[in-house]
């Protein structure tokens, strides 16, 4: 069965670890949010994206779930000590993975070229996209003004009070090559628990994405559970932005496409807004709190599909 999962970082790998465990390979491809990146020393970060790959690689930081494992900090300590800003620490290990993809860059390659030669070095096995191959950085409309989204993300902890976002020149970008043709092709896309609203919000903002999820089956996890984001600012936006912080309204910001939604079983009275929307529901234990947890999750979702 084709399977196309929408993510950002975090949450996002944890889904697609879990999908990567039960469905073979080649069935499984994963676009991932690119409006976090930014450019941090010279060179091109793309936090989602390396996520995504760490994991899918087995390589990732099991502790953060973010970063390399078996990380040294060896560089990060030297620019401390030469007075560097030290509020976006990158580890050695993953030094290299930005070096080489800024190389890559500045030779004129585009980063969904990269990517797939980065995943094959890497020994991953399914398709991997950047959302796009522009630059598209998300900028955090705040109490405060506009801020950079690492900025606010990392440097501010996500403490300003957002007022909005604004996703830079999504107008004129288009989605990398042959994605919508992927998801058209698919027999299933899952939105992973990612946020809406900076990680899921600027990949169906993209030319052409949400008019293709309509034509196909959409089943999407909530990162919403028990009004409260398991990691992470995306309940504190929605409330910021006047939503209440639940399944619902997370659904809401779906509801034109979305097929299916799993929810967590604390969210049951949920059930009944959501239905009424039109989208059927499954509702299940939705925090993985360890590779076991992502693969029940993961096949529960995929089980409820083929039900569906
Ligand atoms: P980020 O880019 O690293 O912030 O990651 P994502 O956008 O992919 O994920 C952030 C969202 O994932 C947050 O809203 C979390 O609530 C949600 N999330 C993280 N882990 C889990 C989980 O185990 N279960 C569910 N349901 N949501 C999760």
């Not at 499984?28 to 450019?39: A, H, Q, R």
């Not at 779930?65 to 030290?86: H, I, N, P, Q, Y």
């Not at 405060?144 to 830079?168: A, I, M, T």
Request: proline fraction near 5%.
């Amino acid at each position: 069965m084709k399977v196309v999962a929408l993510a950002g970082g975090v949450g996002g790998a944890k889904m697609v670890d879990g999908l990567a465990m039960i469905l073979p390979p080649e069935d499984l491809s994963v676009v991932v949010n690119t409006g976090d990146d930014f450019v941090h020393y010279g060179l091109k970060i793309c936090p989602d994206l390396d996520t995504i790959c760490y994991t899918l690689a087995g390589i990732a930081n099991p502790k953060t779930g973010w970063g390399r494992d078996e990380e040294t900090w060896f560089v990060a300590e030297e620019l401390e000590k030469l007075g560097s800003e030290m509020w976006f620490k990158l580890g050695d290990r993953d030094l290299a993975t930005h070096l080489e993809r800024t190389r890559r860059l500045n030779r004129g390659d585009s980063l969904s070229k990269i990517t797939r030669a980065f995943c094959r070095k890497w020994d991953i096995k399914q398709d991997v996209f950047p959302m796009c191959d522009e630059p598209i950085p998300t900028k955090v409309l705040t109490e405060e003004g506009e801020l950079s989204f690492q900025e606010y993300f990392v440097h501010r902890q996500f403490k300003p009070v957002v007022k909005g976002f604004r996703f830079v020149g999504i107008d004129q970008a288009r989605p990398s090559e042959g994605i919508i043709e992927m998801i058209e092709n698919s027999e299933l896309v899952i939105i992973c628990p990612s946020n809406p609203w900076v990680s899921i919000g600027p990949i169906i903002s993209l030319a052409g994405i949400r008019e293709s999820l309509r034509k196909v089956p959409v089943v999407g996890v909530s990162p919403i559970v028990g009004g409260k984001a398991v990691k992470g600012p995306a309940a504190k936006m929605f409330k910021e932005l006047g939503f209440s912080p639940s399944s619902v309204s997370v659904a809401k910001l779906y509801k034109d496409f979305l097929n299916g939604f799993a929810i967590d079983i604390v969210d049951k009275e949920d059930e009944t807004s959501i239905k009424n929307m039109g989208i059927e529901t499954l509702v299940t234990q939705t925090v993985m709190r360890n590779r076991e947890d992502r693969r029940i999750l993961a096949k529960e979702v995929i089980d409820y599909f083929v039900r569906l």
